[in-house]
């Protein structure tokens, strides 16, 4: 079986080296992370499709997240670690963002002390 990459020009095959060198940077850092998994929420991808009746509202969410579903693959073809880790550590950046959010609610009482 051949792969993909066989079939495209010179051209094609630079601009996807190069868009997945820049995913690979990017995502690396703890900001670029944040900003993907808030894209991929974005893309209603941890929610439910069906809205019951309001079958327009439903063919949008699907839309939506179709999108999400295709910067996943993308994910995936760069490093399929990658997103599996994304969910790990989004998780350890929200608990970090939790942390601190009590840390100033608490500063903030002390003051009106």
């Given at each position: ?43 209603a ?10 079958v327009n509202?439903t063919?949008?969410t ?16 760069v ?12 998780a ?12 100033m ?9």
């Open positions: 079986m051949s792969d993909p990459s066989d079939y495209l020009s010179p051209a094609e095959k630079y601009e996807r080296e190069a868009l997945v060198a820049a995913f690979r940077e990017v995502f690396s850092l703890p900001s670029g992370k944040r900003v993907l998994f808030w894209m991929l929420e974005q893309c991808i941890y929610r439910e499709a069906f809205a019951g009746e309001a509202a063919h949008y699907l839309g939506l997240q179709g999108a999400g579903r295709k910067l996943i693959a993308m994910l995936d073809e490093d399929q670690r990658f997103y599996p880790s994304l969910l790990l550590e989004i350890t950046i929200k608990a970090i963002d939790r942390e601190v959010a009590t840390n609610r608490s500063e903030d009482d002390d003051v009106d002390a």
